[in-house]
Structures are given as structure tokens and as C-alpha cells.
């Protein structure tokens, strides 16, 4: 009953953000770390060798005085990277109390038996619902050239076998394949999807989430590099890929499939197919505690580090509102990334319900 609650509450609070303007984003998109052992031809992260990141202490002050988040994206460079990943996740969990959903990806890089124990003890927290991607950018060779690792293809497979046991014992773990389209694999998902399929015969379409390849200054470091697939091709390639998915009632996935009906006109059209919801619905953070709009928008609004580790002053600080009249003018930078979009996705869904 608590967990239909929680949803409620955030369906409810996704839709007033597409009505009215919210005083708090009920989003965050954090990421934990920067260091990343893989070495990807489309990001930068890996890159950075990140000092003076946010401690346990400092984030869990953070989460004390922002207990108002429902939905939390925990991400990197490589999450699981940090050895403190449970108590940032324990700490969101004690403090953020009508906390929904918290979602992590995973390069697969990390020892797989130092991730299913944090994992199991993230799952024991009673998060509502836990969800894990599996990073996965094509079939075994091109994974691990796009990946820069040798043998990361079946690293990726080793942790879904874990993850199928995981599920088994706990009811609030999803996880989904997350799939990056660049110009390195178009044309290339639907022989990764049989190459899995070879390996784990249940799978089916509904288990991939697809990304289209962007650049990002203040989070992928790739503003130099040319990286997005062909817009028409790509487009009929995600057609393909939808007509192939099952329908769904579970909440989740309706989101996955407006989400995707919604990449294929981005894909085609280069243009956000729906409006910004930035410092509203969602603000990302970085490993230090600079803020920012989103993880595509290079313009930092403050840091929390200066705002005594409260998010309200740097939400009401001049920065912010100047990006807020960029939105409302129409200069937010084109993107469509599942970060920004779900929950946008989320409000309009609640209202037809």
C-alpha cells in the first residue's frame, strides 16, 4: 500500500509540474562520482580524475535539508565505483520520505560480487522500486570497441544473471538494458538484441531502454566529439524497435514507450518534442555539488557546498531565474534524454489518468 501511495503522490506532484509552476524539483539527478573505468569513444567522463568529490557526510546534510525528492537518478562515471554507494542511497532513502523510485546504471566493470552485495543491501532499505541499467551499446565485439574494454560484453551478461537471481528474492528490482544509438552502432540493435536473446531466451524488446548519442559540456566532457547518429536513419531504426515492443499497463513502461515514440521526433527533427521542465521537475548535480539544469544544459546555477547544502537558495537565486526566462523564451538547448524527459513524460500521462 505504500508503495501505490508513494506513486500516487508522485504522479500527482509529475502532473502539477505540467500545470503550474513547483517550488522544489521532485527529481534529482546526481551524479555520485566521476571516476569510470571505461574508456567509451562517445564520452569524456572517464577522462576526469576527480578530487574533492562530495563526502557520505556532506551529501547526507544534503539530503537532510532536501527531503522533498521522490524520484532519485543515481549515476556517474561508475556508481557502484563508490564503496559509500549504500549509505548515499540510505541517506536519500531516511530523509527523502515520500521517495518513489531510485534508479542507477552500471558499466559492469565493477568485481560482480562487490555489486550484488551492495546491491542487496541498497534492495534491504525498502526503497519502493529499484531500478538498474545495464549499460549495453551493441553485440560483443562492437560493445567492447565502443566501450574501450576488452571482454565488458560479457561482463554485462554476467551481471544480468546476477540480477535475474536478485530478482527472485526481492520484488522492487527492475533493470533494463540501456542502449546509447550513436553513428558507431546504427543499423546494429536489433543483431545485439538476437545476440542476447541467444544468451538469455526470455528477453524481449520491453527489456531495452534506447538512448540517442548526445553532447553534453558539464556532464559527458564531449562537446568536441562527433558522436550522433544520421536523424532520418536513426529514426526509422527506433520505428523498428517500437513496433517490435509489447504493450504494458506496468507505469514504468508506458513512460519507456511514449518516451520512445517521442525519441523517433527528436530524431527526425533535432528539436525537443516536448517543453522544458528544468529546476522544476529535475535538477542534476555533479560529484562536487555544482547544479545545473539538466545534465545538457552547461550553465551552472550555484553550488551546494555555498548554499550550506540547501537547494532553495540556489532555486531562487538570480541564475536560476534567468534560465527559467530562457525556457519560457524558448532558448533551453534541444535534448532528449530519458534524465530529462521521464519525468515530463510522467506529468502528462497522470493527467489522462
Given at each position: 500500500?505504500?508503495?501505490?501511495?508513494?506513486?500516487?503522490?508522485?504522479?500527482?506532484?509529475?502532473?502539477?509540474?505540467?500545470?503550474?509552476?513547483?517550488?522544489?524539483?521532485?527529481?534529482?539527478?546526481?551524479?555520485?562520482?566521476?571516476?569510470?573505468?571505461?574508456?567509451?569513444?562517445?564520452?569524456?567522463?572517464?577522462?576526469?580524475?576527480?578530487?574533492?568529490?562530495?563526502?557520505?557526510?556532506?551529501?547526507?546534510?544534503?539530503?537532510?535539508?532536501?527531503?522533498?525528492?521522490?524520484?532519485?537518478?543515481?549515476?556517474?562515471?561508475?556508481?557502484?565505483?563508490?564503496?559509500?554507494?549504500?549509505?548515499?542511497?540510505?541517506?536519500?532513502?531516511?530523509?527523502?520520505?515520500?521517495?518513489?523510485?531510485?534508479?542507477?546504471?552500471?558499466?559492469?566493470?565493477?568485481?560482480?560480487?562487490?555489486?550484488?552485495?551492495?546491491?542487496?543491501?541498497?534492495?534491504?532499505?525498502?526503497?519502493?522500486?529499484?531500478?538498474?541499467?545495464?549499460?549495453?551499446?551493441?553485440?560483443?565485439?562492437?560493445?567492447?570497441?565502443?566501450?574501450?574494454?576488452?571482454?565488458?560484453?560479457?561482463?554485462?551478461?554476467?551481471?544480468?544473471?546476477?540480477?535475474?537471481?536478485?530478482?527472485?528474492?526481492?520484488?522492487?528490482?527492475?533493470?533494463?538494458f540501456g542502449y546509447t544509438m550513436s553513428k558507431f552502432n546504427q543499423g546494429q540493435f536489433d543483431r545485439t538484441f538476437q545476440e542476447v536473446k541467444m544468451i538469455f531466451p526470455e528477453v524481449t524488446y520491453n527489456d531495452f531502454h534506447i538512448n540517442l548519442?548526445?553532447?553534453?559540456?558539464?556532464?559527458?566532457?564531449?562537446?568536441?566529439?562527433?558522436?550522433?547518429?544520421?536523424?532520418?536513419?536513426?529514426?526509422?531504426?527506433?520505428?523498428?524497435?517500437?513496433?517490435?515492443?509489447?504493450?504494458?499497463?506496468?507505469?514504468?513502461?508506458?513512460?519507456?514507450?511514449?518516451?520512445?515514440?517521442?525519441?523517433?521526433?527528436f530524431a527526425k527533427t533535432g528539436k525537443s518534442p516536448m517543453k522544458c521542465r528544468s529546476l522544476e521537475a529535475s535538477v542534476f548535480m555533479d560529484g562536487w555539488g555544482n547544479v545545473y539544469p539538466s545534465i545538457m544544459w552547461n550553465k551552472k546555477v550555484?553550488?551546494?557546498?555555498?548554499?550550506?547544502?540547501?537547494?532553495?537558495?540556489?532555486?531562487?537565486?538570480?541564475?536560476?531565474?534567468?534560465?527559467?526566462?530562457?525556457?519560457?523564451?524558448?532558448?533551453?538547448?534541444?535534448?532528449?534524454?530519458?534524465?530529462?524527459?521521464?519525468?515530463?513524460?510522467?506529468?502528462?500521462?497522470?493527467?489522462?489518468?
Open positions: 500500500m505504500a508503495s501505490k501511495q508513494r506513486f500516487a503522490s508522485l504522479a500527482l506532484t509529475a502532473l502539477k509540474s505540467n500545470i503550474t509552476r513547483l517550488d522544489r524539483p521532485f527529481k534529482l539527478n546526481f551524479s555520485i562520482t566521476y571516476n569510470c573505468q571505461s574508456r567509451c569513444i562517445t564520452c569524456n567522463i572517464w577522462e576526469i580524475r576527480p578530487k574533492n568529490e562530495l563526502t557520505i557526510d556532506e551529501i547526507r546534510e544534503f539530503t537532510k535539508k532536501n527531503g522533498y525528492f521522490k524520484w532519485i537518478t543515481i549515476t556517474g562515471g561508475e556508481p557502484f565505483l563508490r564503496s559509500d554507494i549504500v549509505e548515499i542511497a540510505r541517506a536519500f532513502k531516511d530523509n527523502c520520505k515520500g521517495l518513489y523510485l531510485m534508479t542507477m546504471p552500471t558499466n559492469s566493470l565493477c568485481n560482480p560480487a562487490t555489486v550484488e552485495a551492495r546491491l542487496r543491501q541498497i534492495l534491504a532499505l525498502g526503497i519502493p522500486r529499484v531500478a538498474i541499467t545495464l549499460s549495453l551499446d551493441g553485440y560483443r565485439e562492437l560493445h567492447d570497441k565502443i566501450r574501450g574494454i576488452p571482454g565488458n560484453f560479457d561482463k554485462v551478461m554476467e551481471n544480468c544473471r546476477m540480477i535475474k537471481r536478485l530478482q527472485k528474492e526481492y520484488n522492487n528490482l527492475d533493470f533494463v548519442a548526445q553532447v553534453s559540456e558539464n556532464y559527458y566532457q564531449n562537446g568536441t566529439l562527433d558522436i550522433r547518429p544520421d536523424g532520418p536513419a536513426a529514426a526509422d531504426e527506433l520505428s523498428g524497435v517500437l513496433k517490435k515492443r509489447k504493450p504494458s499497463l506496468d507505469p514504468m513502461m508506458v513512460v519507456e514507450n511514449a518516451f520512445l515514440k517521442k525519441l523517433i521526433e550555484g553550488n551546494i557546498r555555498e548554499s550550506g547544502y540547501d537547494l532553495v537558495p540556489i532555486l531562487s537565486s538570480q541564475a536560476s531565474n534567468e534560465v527559467r526566462k530562457d525556457i519560457t523564451e524558448g532558448r533551453e538547448p534541444d535534448e532528449w534524454t530519458s534524465c530529462e524527459a521521464y519525468q515530463i513524460i510522467t506529468g502528462r500521462i497522470a493527467s489522462l489518468l
